[in-house]
């Protein structure tokens, strides 16, 4: 997923894009279905939770699909 981009303006940086269907896929994986709002919410947490040093993953997706969903996460 993650690519090198450059700015209009000549600048290079490596960017990593996750979708909505990636954390559908996630939900898939974990047995369990979300509705579009609640996908959407998972983005909106995973980026407003965002850790530098984790990063974006599907670990991460896990862990907020589990809460959402009032599992413990291990």
């Known amino acids: ?10 600048k290079v940086y490596l960017s990593d894009d ?4 990636d954390v559908h896929e996630a939900a898939r994986d974990l047995n369990t279905t979300l509705t579009e ?7 909106e947490q995973t980026a407003n ?3 530098a040093n984790i990063g ?14 009032g599992i413990e996460n291990a």
């Open 18 to 21: 996750w979708y909505i269907e």
């Open 49 to 51: 939770r965002f850790d």
């Open 56 to 69: 974006v993953n599907w670990e991460v997706f896990y862990y907020h699909i589990n809460a959402m969903k």
């Open 37 to 43: 709002e609640e996908a959407e919410t998972i983005l």
């Open 1 to 10: 997923m993650a690519r090198i981009e450059t700015t209009a303006d000549g």
